[in-house]
């Protein structure tokens, strides 16, 4: 663990230092895993999260698969040689950054773009993160392209423009307006706390999937790297795709944790709960009553909040009912 976290470590100094540096310059990347680089476009939560800059993130899935970031150009190349039996995830890029919303105000986004090979042929499906619904104007996104490998030389997947448009997309906004995917606020006694469950459906055949709650003791600022919290995630159906569940533990460096060798191998059940927090700054992680002694709880929990729609959700519900508070 401590091996892997110093790992970590040294590829967002590098990372970082490359892209805050005045020297254009390329970065290879290699190795299962996530690999962080900075947005010069802005991080969201960055007091809760305490990644004030590196916020951008690549996921290679397996060890076949590389990529080269090139912060003078903007580009990033992937490449893998392997031929895949069927379509298979083989990486993605996170790009983050901030739009307009309906109401004129500046609010955190992130465009996430999943790689797939089928044989030797790539693909990729791209989506935003919002923290709320509705349309988005005046983007902010770090102008990334992103190629592959063709008979040809490289082909390019997605372009700068492309990757914003799916932020402002009046389509794609039309489709999650329409109530296919509901946050509701489900907070209790506690107003301080963040608490939202996620529907799956339109009107009265959405379907709750999935809980998540956010508590913590004291400000929002610097929140997880002291004092006691936690973020808690309920499966409120049994449905969910194990793919599903494995890859997010795999996004956030918990697919290694023993406690969570359950779920790994099986998937979430109805009503099952995946707890990472700390208490007076010694962190732990905890599936149903299995729990352990875990150091990388902070960055976990960090991880989540900012790289995933659910978690930039419930990460800017938090930091909106603290400011409140003060």
């Known amino acids: 663990m401590r091996l892997h976290l110093y790992r970590t470590i040294l590829q967002w100094t590098a990372l970082g230092a490359l ?9 290879d990347l290699a190795g299962q895993g996530s690999h962080y680089f900075a947005s010069a476009s802005g991080c969201p939560l960055p007091k809760i999260s305490m990644r004030a800059v590196l916020c951008n993130r690549i996921a290679l899935d397996d060890q076949a698969t590389t990529a080269t970031v090139d912060t003078g150009t903007h580009r990033i190349h992937f490449d893998n040689t392997r031929r895949y039996g069927r379509k298979t995830i083989v990486g993605d890029v996170l790009l983050q950054g901030s739009a307009l919303d309906e109401a004129g105000r500046r609010v955190p986004v992130g465009v996430h773009l999943i790689l797939s090979k089928d044989g030797d042929s790539w693909s990729f499906s791209g989506h935003p993160h919002t923290p709320v619904m509705g349309r988005f104007s005046e983007v902010r996104i770090d102008p990334y392209l992103v190629d592959v490998p063709s008979e040809s030389g490289r082909r390019v997947l997605i372009s700068a423009d492309q990757a914003a448009k799916l932020v402002t997309d009046p389509a794609l906004a039309a489709r999650l307006t329409s109530h296919l995917v509901q946050v509701r606020d489900t907070r209790g006694t506690h107003p301080g706390d963040a608490d939202i469950t996620i529907f799956l459906g339109a009107g009265k055949a959405s379907k709750p999937v999935l809980r998540a709650r956010l508590q913590g003791t004291g400000a929002a600022d610097a929140l997880l790297a002291q004092g006691t919290w936690s973020f808690e995630l309920e499966a409120l159906t049994g449905r969910i795709p194990d793919q599903v569940v494995r890859r997010e533990l795999f996004l956030y460096g918990l697919s290694g944790q023993p406690t969570l060798d359950p779920l790994m191998q099986h998937g979430f059940a109805s009503r099952d709960r995946l707890t990472i927090g700390a208490v007076d700054g010694r962190g732990y992680l905890r599936y149903g009553d299995r729990q352990q002694a875990f ?24 930091a909106a009912a603290d400011a409140s508070a003060r």
């Open 19 to 27: 892209a805050l540096s005045g020297n254009a310059g390329a970065s």
């Open 295 to 318: 150091d990388g709880a902070a960055d976990a929990a960090a991880a989540f909040l900012q790289q995933s729609f659910i978690g930039l959700v419930l990460g800017t519900r938090f």
